[in-house]
């Protein structure tokens, strides 16, 4: 074979010993009868030079490369985690454990999102203990400041389908504007100045659960002082999105 | 477990040269490795049987960790070459070195696998079955990269 120029790839695979013995001496034959193709040979070589300082500063010079190569080599994965993998393997089909997993949370806490449960108050926590619960409740009778927070918070927190409770329940929009006007005044009255409004929201709202207003009825146990469970909130959401599936 | 664990290990250098390419300066280009290799720690468990190209998912989750931390301090994510010379000036090394890391981050993220790889002494074969590519393109997509590398050296586009 007469002499060329050497292509691109022969450069590099002569650089990185990726050659037979018999192509590499062809290569060293070219080299030496083309100057152009010694020029090639010459630029790659330390483009690959280059690149392996970046590659030496960060294996050789970085005390960080050892420390990750121990973060990764003490791992141990949390017993969750094999547990979880476990019921991977056991139901590989994704779609199955969901519908698993989906039935086992409905069958414990409904059937609705962690996310849709935000709404409303903050009372909305499952890990609260039953003796929290107790002196809660003990607490939360009759404080007009709590029963005016929680309610005010509700009402603010379906005001988007209020404008849908005016359309199909037009009759319910005197008790909510009340309501809602109420839940203002309670926040700002002494506990012994406000057993009026608190007698007229009661009215009010056993009215509107009667007439069943979706979600009225955990508004009755906010002014009652009840403990409210996730499965109240659970159970509110679900009426009001029956209420408007029903109506769309 | 212990086969996954050691195919990260063998990540980390691409992962911690790909983080430097993003920002420069050695203590936070480890503290994005750092972050994207506690996400893939916690996940290594779900990854059992799997077949994984931890180079690729590990530029993910880094890339990921970068955007996320951007997001959070409303910082520039690609520092342009000033800044990014600014940077790397701080942390007291070369200006070769940094010369050299300008450049290889103007690459194709594929071309720093390439030419990272190569780097590091995997043979062509090897380098084929981690980015899954034929052998023949790892040859000939290798050279390309070193003239990508070169025409940027030279100040090309």
């Known amino acids: 074979m007469g002499p060329k120029v050497l292509s691109i790839e022969e450069i590099s695979r002569y650089i990185d010993g990726e050659l037979s013995e018999a192509e590499r001496r062809d290569i060293e034959f070219q080299l030496e009868s083309f100057a152009k193709s010694r020029e090639k040979l010459e630029e790659h070589r330390t483009v690959a030079r280059d690149i392996s300082s970046l590659l030496d500063e960060v294996i050789l010079n970085d005390p960080a490369y050892h420390a990750f190569i121990q973060m990764v080599q ?31 949370s ?17 009372e909305k926590s499952s890990s609260m203990s039953l003796e929290m619960d107790r002196l809660l409740i003990e607490d939360r009778s009759q404080d007009p400041t709590r029963i005016g927070n929680e309610l005010g918070r509700h009402i603010e927190e379906f005001s988007g389908v209020h404008a849908l409770f005016s359309k199909a329940f037009p009759e319910f929009n005197a008790e909510l504007e009340k309501l809602q006007s109420i839940a203002m005044a309670l926040r700002k009255i002494e506990r012994s100045e406000a057993d009026p409004e ?48 029903s109506i769309q | 477990m212990d086969e996954l664990k050691k195919q990260l290990v063998a990540a980390i250098p691409q992962m911690m040269l790909y983080a430097r390419s993003r920002v420069g300066h050695p203590d936070e280009a480890n503290e994005l490795v750092q972050e994207a290799l506690e996400r893939i720690l916690k996940r290594l468990p779900q990854l059992s049987g799997a077949e994984v190209n931890f180079i690729a998912y590990g530029k993910r989750v880094i890339r990921n960790v970068h955007v996320e931390r951007w997001r959070a301090s409303r910082r520039m994510v690609q520092l342009d070459d000033a800044a990014f010379e600014e940077v790397c000036s701080q942390s007291g090394i070369s200006t070769t ?29 090897e380098i084929a079955l981690i980015l899954e590519m034929s052998e023949g393109a790892v040859a000939g997509a290798i050279s390309r990269c070193r003239s990508a590398f070169l025409t940027f050296m030279k100040g090309g586009r």
């Open chain 1, 198 to 245: 608190i007698a007229v929201i009661t009215v009010l709202i056993e009215r509107l659960v009667e007439r069943g207003l979706p979600g009225a009825r955990i508004m009755l146990k906010i002014v009652v002082g009840d403990s409210i469970f996730k499965r109240d909130y659970q159970k509110a959401i679900r009426e009001i999105a029956k209420f408007i599936e």
């Open chain 2, 97 to 125: 070195y940094i010369d050299t890391l300008k450049v290889f981050r103007k690459l194709s993220e594929q071309c720093q696998s390439l030419l990272g790889l190569v780097a590091e002494r995997y043979k062509y074969a």
């Open chain 1, 74 to 104: 003490d791992f141990e994965p949390r017993p969750i985690d094999l547990d979880i993998q476990a019921i991977r393997e056991l139901i590989p089909d994704r779609d199955r454990l969901r519908r698993i997993l989906d039935q086992l």
């Open chain 1, 106 to 122: 409905s069958e414990l806490y409904g059937t609705l999102s962690e996310a849709s449960m935000s709404m409303m108050s903050p």
